[in-house]
């Protein structure tokens, strides 16, 4: 069914629910390319991806959730999209957690203008009351684990691997459908090619000493239970972060599987305290130095370069997007020492042997005073913000 949205008597846009064709599911995807071309800074995702994203049978992010996806047309032409999305999870949270019941999600947004985005955000409204939603947070894409937030600062340069970005005017269109930010999450840059601050380099010092502490590379000819036993100290670790839902086993087995060929021993650290892990570090060359060339298509040849890079990409820049210490361990001194150690050793290996300079950590929430506090440490300063808005249906 489309819905129609009128310009005095002409009618301006016509959004509807894509099918479950080939047609439609390209046309949402492609119009994402169409939009954002011309932008310097935007990084085209690569399109099989976007498509395992969206789709049930790929995505294990359905066994718990169900979606909606619109796409925005005028004369015929596509000028923008948006998901709408109920996760169980999510509803099974706490109010004060960023769920609970009555809470559903929307994202994908894109648009052409401000007539575009509006007419797309009613309509994943109204999708979103007929499922018995009573208030919406977005944009989220699909899942807190994806891409959330609303890119709000940070726009003149291209975002790190698995990061969003989005044109300045969203902003304002958001904002004009009568959403207000509930959450900021930040990305922090820093330098790498220069030694640490000199208290952290005594704080890493100190954790050499300890006879307790043992720092170890992930050990990638074990790659399953590797991934499986990071995975589980992350859902630990980020249990009572907002807005964290628990990765399930599916989706740990599907993150464990897009991640491995962008997984490098010597960028992942785990920590040990008196033989057991409590701590983890993930840390990825940014693959979107590479992509930004591909047009969203490993083919023709794009595979062969991916490939032939993979096997020993030099890089700019390296991200952290995940990092955690159980949550035993939260709030004392030892959580930040295992932290510093884990960055510091990956550090080392990100320069010596990827050339990389600089380093992006996050996001993180802006109340995350732990995570804030060992980045400012560290020097780093925040260069992209990502906003969450919420408003009630």
Do not use: C
Not at 49 to 59: Q, R, S, T
Not at 76 to 92: E, F, H, M, T, W
Not at 107 to 126: H, N, P, S, W
């Amino acid at each position: 069914m489309a819905v129609r949205f009128w310009r005095g008597d002409q009618v301006a846009v016509t959004v509807r629910q894509i099918s479950d064709s080939k047609a439609d599911r390209n046309s949402f995807v492609d119009v994402q390319f169409a939009i954002n071309a011309s932008d310097p800074a935007w990084v085209p995702p690569l399109k099989d991806e976007v498509h395992g994203l969206i789709n049930p049978k790929k995505n294990p992010w359905f066994g718990h959730a169900r979606a909606a996806f619109f796409l925005a047309e005028r004369d015929g032409k596509p000028v923008g999209r948006i998901s709408g999305q109920v996760d169980d999870l999510v509803l099974a949270l706490s109010p004060d957690m960023g769920g609970g019941p009555g809470m559903g999600h929307w994202g994908m947004l894109e648009a052409t203008d401000a007539e575009a985005a509006a007419a797309l955000i009613a309509a994943a409204e109204g999708w979103l009351r007929a499922q018995g939603m009573t208030r919406a947070i977005g944009p989220i894409s699909l899942s807190i684990w994806d891409e959330p937030g609303l890119l709000v600062k940070g726009h003149d340069h291209s975002p790190t691997v698995m990061m969003g970005h989005h044109r300045p005017e969203y902003e304002a269109w958001v904002e004009a459908a009568g959403y207000r930010g509930i959450k900021d999450l930040h990305t922090y840059d820093l330098p790498i090619d220069t030694p640490f601050p000199p208290l952290v380099q005594r704080i890493v010092t100190s954790g050499e000493r300890n006879a307790r502490i043992n720092v170890r590379r992930v050990d990638k000819s074990k790659f399953a239970s590797e991934a499986a036993l990071i995975l589980g100290i992350l859902n630990d670790a980020w249990e009572e972060n907002w807005g964290t839902v628990p990765l399930t086993d599916a989706e740990i087995a599907y993150v464990g599987t897009k991640l491995k060929p962008i997984v490098f021993e010597d960028l992942i650290m785990i920590a040990e305290v008196e033989g057991q892990p409590v701590a983890f570090m993930m840390t990825l060359p940014d693959l979107n130095e590479k992509l930004g060339g591909f047009g969203g298509s490993l083919l023709p040849f794009n595979w062969a370069k991916l490939l032939w890079w993979l096997r020993a990409p030099k890089v700019r820049t390296m991200r952290v997007p995940l990092m955690g210490v159980v949550k035993r361990l939260q709030a004392t001194r030892l959580a930040s020492q295992l932290a510093f150690m884990m960055i510091e050793y990956i550090r080392r290996e990100a320069v010596k042997s990827y050339g990389a300079t600089r380093g992006e950590i996050g996001w993180i929430l802006e109340d995350n005073q732990g995570m804030v506090s060992i980045a400012e440490m560290l020097g780093s300063e925040i260069n992209r913000t990502y906003r969450l808005y919420e408003k009630a249906l």
